[in-house]
């Protein structure tokens, strides 16, 4: 995530479901593509605010939602799934259902030391991720296992 500097949540998804089964229908999967979606700017304007809330045309939502669904092939065999929905009170789901989470190989030194704290705290897996200097691979380091 962030080129890098990020970092990935992973969810037990059964779990996630069941302390709140309507996160069922907002979960979508990844589209893998040899190219990228190109932004269409003509689509903002499809976006109207009312009542200080945006309502965005059906196409303009399809558009959107492939944009933000869509991945490069090389990250097919990660499966994964998106959860695209308003929040109204901050968090979106129970710290119980995050199994771990996963750095990025640039993630910064302050970003790594905060983590470790909070996945200590709520003793969540940590990883980071690291690139391998002699191919084009990605490694992934054990921070904390429980």
Not at 21 to 50: C, E, H, W
Not at 88 to 104: E, F, M, S
Request: charged share 25%; aromatic share 10%; proline share 3%.
């Amino acid at each position: 995530s962030n080129k890098h500097k990020g970092f990935c949540v992973e969810y037990d998804m059964d779990l996630l479901i069941k302390n709140n089964p309507k996160i069922a229908g907002q979960l979508i999967p990844v589209i893998y593509l040899d190219t990228r979606p190109i932004f269409d700017r003509n689509m903002l304007s499809a976006v109207n605010i009312k009542s200080g809330k945006p309502v965005i045309a059906d196409d303009a939502n399809r558009y959107f939602t492939k944009v933000l669904v869509t991945k490069s092939k090389m990250w097919k065999y990660e499966k994964e799934w998106r959860l695209i929905s308003q929040i109204n009170d901050g968090r979106l789901v129970n710290l119980d259902c995050v199994t771990a989470v996963y750095l990025g190989s640039k993630a910064s030194t302050e970003l790594i030391e905060y983590m470790k704290l909070f996945c200590l705290k709520e003793k969540i897996n940590l990883y980071h991720y690291s690139l391998d200097i002699k191919s084009y691979n990605i490694n992934l380091n054990i921070l904390l296992s429980f």
